[in-house]
């Protein structure tokens, strides 16, 4: 009967170090869960502020103006534009048309 009584409390004491390892891990991987939710979301907000800045920065105003001013690209206009064929020969001279300027416009 006595090993039996020591058999049982060895595996009520194996069964008690189990439930404590499970326990444990259990929260282990519960607060790193937290950590990965949590970092999910700051990397959530952080992606919709650079698409904000993202959408501010292409603005097609704010692309105009950096072209003019530092590529020193103007708008295309039939007074300034050259055309190439591929036969080597010149086409005719075609006659501007009256093309309203945006510059006019600000």
């Known amino acids: ?3 039996l009584n020591v058999l049982l409390v060895l595996a009520v004491l194996a069964s008690a170090m189990v439930l404590v390892h499970s326990q ?14 949590k970092d999910a979301h700051r ?17 097609p ?3 105009e103006k950096i072209a003019r001013q530092q590529l020193q690209m103007k708008t295309a206009s039939p007074a300034i534009t050259q055309y190439v064929s591929l036969s ?5 001279p ?7 300027s945006r510059e006019a416009h600000p």
């Open 94 to 100: 075609v006659a501007p048309a009256a093309v309203p």
């Open 24 to 37: 444990y891990e259990s929260r282990r991987l519960f607060m790193a869960l937290e950590s990965a939710n």
């Open 61 to 63: 105003l704010r692309v």
């Open 1 to 3: 009967m006595t090993r």
């Open 88 to 92: 080597g020969k010149a086409p005719a």
């Open 43 to 59: 990397l959530e907000i952080e992606r919709d502020r650079l698409e904000v800045e993202r959408r501010a920065q292409a603005t």
